[in-house]
């Protein structure tokens, strides 16, 4: 039995890595991929070009202004002198925020008054304009609280300014709140599923098309050795895909994995239970590698929707979150995720690694229940 998978095996890594297309997809292009996911995908917001519309123009607006293009997040992009030219900015994108001071802007702050502050957001993408908003309400925020502090010690004295309430912050595990570290585990969870499909249902489905499947249907080898066979192969080269946009992750995007490695790649090897499964499936009602590509296509799109790599799940309708049950890649970004930013170990990840362990177990075994059936 053995020998027999053994040839299989060497029969599987030298198709793959005799076709000169396939080499690079294995072993670099997941590189590639992470390396272009990890600096597009982000919800980081900086460099927001503003406008300024300053109708007082005195020492107070120009400090104002001042704050925001110091912080880091706001670039001053262009001075506005007409109420007309607002909108043209915002429409061809030249600004995302504009600040308009009144007449009497400082006027107001001195006399202790009110001093509106008028700000126009465009909000045609919703998640960057409430990102832009929390910034400037933060900016605003911390203006107002010192004017009031230098306001009352002024009227009253420094020792007659009564105490504050100081909220400090702190994030644990993603301390910068950067979301580069949040979604980069999240790529390699979308790039094993993508490899781990791809490859081994478009495996089986070329010996259909290239008309092997009847030779090896007369041949001595049993279904299971055939299954494992073509399915190690591309268990391995996921491993050590793994292994390899880890380490890039890690060394160049410098997300930190607090977690063990060892409980890393138990996770990856529960997760491609289901992915073999899977990919065994799809091979089973696929003709050709051009079904099977589709098929997969098809498979990836709704789990990557419904995993929580971007959208919350608690977010989701009910029914829609009961569906999210039923998606491996649900499990493996809480374990991927754990690992890498978290560091907690198998008895907090235990109950998503026995999800993972009992799907892989049955779909793996439906899957090659019917691919047994289709050799007979």
Same mark, same amino acid.
């Not at 570290?181 to 980069?184: E, K, L, Q, R």
């Not at 296509?297 to 799940?313: E, H, K, R, W």
């Given at each position: 039995m053995w020998e027999r998978i053994k040839r299989i095996l060497i029969k599987e890594f030298i198709q793959i890595f005799r076709n000169p297309r396939m080499r690079p997809m294995v072993l670099f292009m997941p590189v590639f991929q992470?390396? =272009?996911?990890?600096?597009?995908?982000?919800?980081?917001?900086?460099?927001v070009p503003i406008g300024v519309y300053d109708l007082d123009r005195t020492v107070a607006s120009r400090e104002v202004l001042s704050r925001f293009t110091h912080s880091g997040y706001f670039d001053l992009a262009a001075w506005v002198e007409r109420e007309e030219e607002v909108a043209?900015? =915002?429409?061809?994108?030249? =600004? *995302?925020?504009?600040?308009?001071?009144?007449?009497?802007?400082?006027?107001?702050?001195? /006399?202790?008054r009110p001093a509106p502050l008028q700000m126009i957001v465009d909000g045609s993408d919703s998640n960057t304009a409430a990102v832009i908003l929390s910034y400037v309400n933060k900016i605003t925020s911390q203006l107002a609280e010192e004017l009031l502090v230098e306001r009352q010690?002024?009227?009253?004295?420094?020792?007659?300014?009564g105490g504050r309430v100081v909220l400090e912050s702190r994030a644990w595990f993603n301390e910068n709140l950067e979301s580069r @570290?949040?979604?980069?585990p999240g790529v390699i969870a979308l790039l094993v599923m993508l490899m781990a499909l791809l490859l081994t249902s478009m495996a089986v489905v070329r010996e259909k098309e290239m008309g092997t499947m009847e030779q090896i249907m007369v041949t001595p080898i049993k279904p299971l050795e055939f299954i494992l066979g073509k399915t190690l192969p591309f268990a391995l080269i996921s491993f050590f895909d793994v292994f390899l946009i880890t380490?890039?992750?890690?060394? %160049?995007?410098?997300?930190?994995?607090?977690? @063990?490695?060892?409980?890393?790649?138990?996770?990856?090897g529960l997760y491609l239970l289901t992915l073999l499964?899977?990919?065994?499936?799809?091979?089973?009602?696929? *003709?050709t590698q051009q079904? /099977? +590509?589709?098929? /997969?296509?098809?498979? @990836?799109?709704?789990?990557?929707?419904?995993?929580?790599?971007?959208?919350? =799940?608690? @977010? +989701?309708?009910?029914?829609v979150q009961w569906l999210t049950y039923a998606n491996p890649l649900r499990y493996f970004l809480v374990i991927i995720r754990g690992i890498f930013l978290k560091g907690v170990g198998l008895e907090?990840? %235990?109950?998503?690694?026995?999800?993972?362990?009992? +799907?892989?177990?049955?779909?793996?075994?439906? /899957?090659?229940?019917?691919?047994?059936k289709t050799m007979a």
């Open positions: 992470v390396v =272009i996911f990890g600096y597009a995908v982000t919800t980081d917001v900086r460099h043209g900015l =915002i429409d061809h994108g030249r =600004i *995302q925020l504009l600040l308009r001071f009144n007449r009497g802007f400082e006027e107001a702050l001195k /006399a202790g010690a002024r009227l009253f004295g420094r020792g007659a300014v @570290n949040f979604y980069v380490g890039v992750a890690v060394y %160049w995007f410098d997300v930190p994995i607090r977690g @063990n490695l060892l409980l890393l790649f138990l996770g990856t499964g899977a990919g065994l499936f799809i091979s089973t009602v696929s *003709q079904q /099977a +590509m589709m098929s /997969a296509f098809f498979f @990836n799109f709704p789990a990557v929707l419904l995993s929580g790599f971007v959208f919350p =799940i608690a @977010n +989701m309708p009910e029914a907090v990840l %235990w109950p998503p690694m026995t999800a993972l362990a009992v +799907m892989g177990v049955l779909v793996l075994w439906f /899957a090659s229940r019917r691919f047994k």
